[in-house]
């Protein structure tokens, strides 16, 4: 994986993170959401994680967010 690549999971960790707290959950109650482990949404949101395409949906209906979403960072 290059710079790039981990910028840019990096920046949809942060978005994950920026939607959850605007919308008051704890990672735990956020992963309880969508059906995933608490420590796989941290990773996520350090942006240790390459994300599957269910994975990121799973996020968003989680988060009552549409997975563009989530993909709405800034790439550079």
Do not use: K, W, Y
Not at 6 to 34: H, P, S
Not at 35 to 47: D, P
């Amino acid at each position: 994986m290059n710079l790039d690549d981990r910028r840019f999971l990096r920046a949809v960790g942060d978005r994950v993170r920026q939607l959850r707290t605007a919308r008051g959950l704890t990672q735990a109650e956020l992963a309880e959401r969508c059906g995933l482990h608490r420590t796989f949404v941290g990773s996520v949101e350090r942006g240790e994680r390459n994300l599957s395409i269910l994975n990121l949906r799973a996020i968003a209906r989680g988060l009552r967010a549409g997975p563009a979403d989530l993909l709405a960072v800034s790439d550079g």
